[in-house]
C-alpha cells in the first residue's frame, strides 16, 4: 500500500483506491495543410494590444471624469480654490473672493 499524494494518510492500490491525477501528455494541436494558415498575436496573459488600448481608454476616461469630480467636489476648500481653481483661465474669474472693504474687519 502506497499514500496517496493528494491526500496523504489515505492509501492506494492499482485501480481499486484513491489514485492521482494522471497527467496528459503534450500534444501539439493539428493544422491542416488545406485550412488557413493563421497565426496567434503577441499578448501578456490574455491581453494584446487591441484590447490594451480599448483598457486604457476606458481607463483614462474613468480616471478623467474621478479627477474633474474631485476637483470640484473640493473647489469650495478655500487651499484648493485658491492655488488650482483660480488659475484656471475660464472659471478663474468665479472663485476670487473679494471682501467688501465695509465687511473687513481689519
Not at 30 to 58: E, Q, V
Request: hydrophobic letters at 35%.
Amino acid at each position: 500500500m502506497v499514500a496517496s499524494p493528494q491526500r496523504p494518510g489515505l492509501p492506494h492500490v492499482g485501480h481499486l483506491g484513491i489514485q492521482p491525477w494522471s497527467v496528459r501528455p503534450d500534444y501539439s494541436t493539428y493544422k491542416s495543410p488545406h485550412g488557413p494558415k493563421y497565426t496567434i498575436s503577441t499578448h501578456y496573459h490574455g491581453i494584446n494590444a487591441s484590447r490594451a488600448l480599448r483598457f486604457g481608454t476606458l481607463a483614462a476616461g474613468f480616471g478623467t471624469c474621478a479627477g474633474i469630480f474631485a476637483l470640484f467636489f473640493f473647489a469650495e476648500v478655500p487651499k484648493v480654490s485658491k492655488d488650482i481653481m483660480q488659475k484656471v483661465p475660464v472659471l478663474g474669474d468665479y472663485f476670487r473672493k473679494e471682501v467688501a472693504p465695509e465687511d473687513n474687519p481689519f
